[in-house]
């Protein structure tokens, strides 16, 4: 199977900056679509942002023009780098890769464990 371990969630404050990681293991031949979900307090999950395998990225438009989505193709890793970060912006984060298996021809997806993303002075 796969795995999907999230890093870099924590606590800051407004206008500050943050960076989540999402690194994947196991029997991977590759992976296509790595996405951003979060899910804030008393709210549905929604998503905020997708890069697909060819570099081509979407966001959420509450947060257009303050996070990058990346991914490093070598180590099966996708960031998040969040900036000018606000209070509305604190949510559970998590990854979602959409990946193949090795001898398998179909797509997959899986989700990362979450990670607290706090946003207060």
């Known amino acids: 199977q796969v795995q999907l371990v999230e890093s870099g969630g924590g606590l800051v404050q407004p206008g500050g900056s943050m960076r989540l990681s999402c690194a994947a293991s196991?029997?991977?031949?590759?992976?296509?679509?790595m996405n951003w979900y979060r899910q804030p307090p008393g709210k549905q999950r929604e998503l905020v942002a997708t890069i697909t395998s060819g570099g081509t990225t979407n966001y959420a438009d509450s947060v257009k023009g303050r996070f990058t989505i990346s991914r490093d193709n070598a180590k099966n890793t996708a960031y998040l780098q969040m900036n000018a970060m606000k209070p509305e912006d604190t949510a559970i984060y998590y990854c979602?890769?959409?990946?193949?298996?090795?001898?398998?021809?179909?797509?997959?997806?899986?989700w990362g464990q979450g990670t607290q993303v706090t946003v207060s002075s």
């Open positions: 196991g029997n991977i031949e590759t992976i296509n679509a």
């Open positions: 979602n890769y959409r990946v193949i298996l090795v001898h398998q021809t179909v797509s997959r997806n899986y």
